[in-house]
């Protein structure tokens, strides 16, 4: 019988794989889409990041990062990482590094769709195939979620992201958040001739109406664009617990609160390593207490930040009150690593 049968093969599920496969288990990855898949992402992967890609035996390709600047049209301040670099990578070689590590490591893929799942005392059933656990890491929207029951509705209407690349030299090896009243855009350095800007709001007008809102960084994008623009949201997912009999939910399917403190793909693997140690333990219920100890920094830290983004008024205090006070927005920063 499967050990671990994954329903998703982005990052999380691929990270959940490999963790899975480096524990004697045997894991079959499924996934309707062939890789690499694309989606809309900040693309800047923390420190921690980074050390867990590195620690599953994955290396890719991208442009080092020193650290995080806020900028406001007015202002600036900046923090570099403590004991380590980021990396700004593009979605597509990320996964295509996690995907590559997988297969190597002897994982099975299979092409298609995770439906409906049957649960019983000592196993899990879907897509055909049967498993002693059912991990699903299907994404922001999951619909294994969904079928379980386990979503919760947002307390307030949840924000929207937009993401394309730009043709022209990085200017900076630092993640740049760029504030205004009515969002942020995150520009990421991804290669020699690449950056990555996303755009975070919670109106959901096009990319160029948000992107118009930053006059200083719309006059440094001069390259020509180098993507399509791709969309998610609402980001904001609620979710009643992430242990549901044999399944267990992992990465963005566990439950999200926003990409503003770029933490995305670190929480991913974080999520996919607890899973994995909790069932090569045989105690998947110490799932869910893992899942709020490693992801409470996270939450309380991007709760905060949303906060103040929330309104025009308080949005425009944020980068006045980092530079204000350098040193609690060096801690905040070194937090996130």
């Not at 290396?59 to 049209?73: N, P, Q, S």
């Not at 939910?249 to 926003?258: C, E, I, K, P, S």
């Not at 905060?304 to 006045?320: D, E, K, M």
């Amino acid at each position: 019988m499967i050990d671990v049968l994954v329903a998703g093969g982005g990052p999380a599920g691929l990270a959940t794989a490999v963790h899975a496969a480096l524990a004697g288990l045997e894991a079959v990855v499924v996934e309707p889409r062939t890789s690499p898949v694309d989606k809309a992402c900040g693309e800047g992967v923390m420190p921690g990041g980074v050390a867990a890609l590195r620690a599953l035996g994955v290396e890719a390709e991208g442009r080092d990062l020193r650290g995080i600047r806020y900028l406001d049209g007015r202002r600036s301040v900046e923090a570099a990482f403590r004991g380590g670099t980021g990396l700004g990578i593009r979605r597509t070689v990320l996964h295509a590094a996690l995907h590559e590590r997988a297969r190597e490591l002897g994982v099975r893929m299979v092409t298609g769709k995770v439906g409906a799942v049957r649960q019983r005392t000592d196993s899990v059933s879907a897509a055909g195939l049967t498993a002693r656990w059912l991990v699903a890491a299907d994404g922001l929207h999951s619909p294994l979620r969904r079928g379980l029951g386990l979503d919760l509705p947002g307390r307030s209407p949840g924000r929207y992201g937009l993401r394309r690349h730009y043709r022209c030299a990085p200017w900076t090896d630092f993640v740049e958040v760029h504030w205004s009243a009515y969002g942020e855009a995150y520009v990421t350095p991804v290669g020699e001739e690449l950056v990555g800007v996303a755009v975070l709001s919670r109106s959901r007008r096009g990319y160029d109406e948000h992107l118009a809102g930053f006059p200083a960084l719309h006059a440094a994008l001069r390259g020509p664009h180098a993507s399509t623009v791709r969309g998610a949201g609402p980001l904001r997912q609620r979710v009643r617990r992430r242990v549901a009999g044999r399944v267990l939910l992992v990465g963005d399917a566990a439950g999200y609160v926003d990409a503003l403190t770029g933490e995305g793909i670190a929480l991913a693997l974080a999520s996919a390593g607890a899973a994995v140690r909790c069932l090569a333990a045989g105690r998947p219920a110490d799932y869910e207490g893992a899942w709020q100890r490693l992801t409470r920094r996270h939450r309380l830290l991007t709760g905060a930040l949303l906060s103040f983004s929330g309104s025009p008024r308080t949005a425009g205090l944020v980068v006045p009150a980092a530079a204000r006070l350098p040193a609690v927005f060096t801690a905040a920063v070194h937090a996130l690593q």
